[in-house]
């Protein structure tokens, strides 16, 4: 039987990811702390921070692979102007549009998945507190 302050520390476990717009990866390490802290207490209470460390740790390697796929677009508008250009004095900081669309296109993903793990993060703190497991999608399971 689930009582009410595990309820509220598995709610706090959740929304604790939010402290990643604080400090950097604080949206892994404050959950990843009070999960470390919590467990014992509850097999509830541990199903909650592994899975909230999941969820964070997943979507940050989601993060890093979209800013490795953003280096291309960003190095190939630089080099092309540096050579459209023809010399390091004329430089010419004029995009064309094929590289300001790649950078939407970029921008509009990334947007999409921090706007997802942010109703992600509130609905399953809310779930939390009401007792219920919620299982993140698209989470790899790094702690088991």
């Known amino acids: 039987m689930q009582t009410t302050n595990e309820n509220n520390n598995a709610f706090l476990i959740h929304i604790s990811a939010f402290a990643g717009y604080v400090f950097p990866f604080g949206s ?6 009070l999960w470390q802290s919590q467990k014992d207490k509850s097999t509830n ?5 592994r899975e909230a460390v999941n ?15 953003l280096i291309p677009f960003t190095f190939g508008a630089f080099i092309k102007n540096f050579l ?3 010399m390091v004095d004329n430089f ?5 549009f094929s590289h300001i669309f790649g950078f939407i ?17 509130i609905v399953a703190a809310i779930k939390a507190s009401r007792g219920e ?3 993140y999608p698209l989470v790899i399971n790094f702690l088991k």
């Open 105 to 121: 296109g970029f921008a509009s993903v990334f947007s999409v998945l921090m706007a997802a793990k942010f109703i992600l993060i």
């Open 84 to 86: 459209r250009s023809g």
């Open 28 to 33: 892994v390490l404050l959950p990843l702390i």
């Open 45 to 49: 209470l541990d199903k909650h921070g």
């Open 55 to 69: 969820f964070n740790l997943s979507y940050y390697l989601y993060g890093f692979i979209l800013g490795l796929i």
């Open 133 to 135: 497991i919620f299982n």
């Open 92 to 96: 010419d900081f004029n995009f064309d």
